[in-house]
């Protein structure tokens, strides 16, 4: 089976847009999975800071009233403790 010049042509056309198709579409994969890492890695983060806030306004809720001086020394033993675990 002979292939006509313009079938050879059309052959090698198509042949390399399906290359360069191909190279695109693993060059973005890498880019998504890159953005992906990236995007997890600033709501890990992101969660550390809000726990962190938490743990700072917990310490002034438990600080405030007439023993406020004993519960805020109490509340930074405990989060020196659990922070040496």
């Known amino acids: 089976m002979d292939l006509s010049t313009t079938q050879q ?4 056309i198509l042949g390399a847009a399906l290359a360069i198709f191909i ?15 990236t995007l997890r890695l600033i709501t890990t983060k992101a969660e550390k ?3 962190s ?6 310490v002034f809720k438990n600080a405030s009233g007439p023993v ?3 519960r ?3 509340s930074v033993v405990e989060m020196a403790q659990q922070k040496r675990k």
Do not use: H
Request: no cysteine.
């Open 53 to 58: 806030a938490e743990a700072v306004g917990e």
């Open 9 to 12: 042509i059309l052959l090698v």
């Open 49 to 51: 800071v809000i726990e």
């Open 72 to 74: 805020f020394v109490k």
């Open 68 to 70: 406020g001086v004993f």
């Open 23 to 37: 190279i695109l579409a693993i060059v973005v994969a890498v880019l998504v999975i890159r953005l992906l890492q």
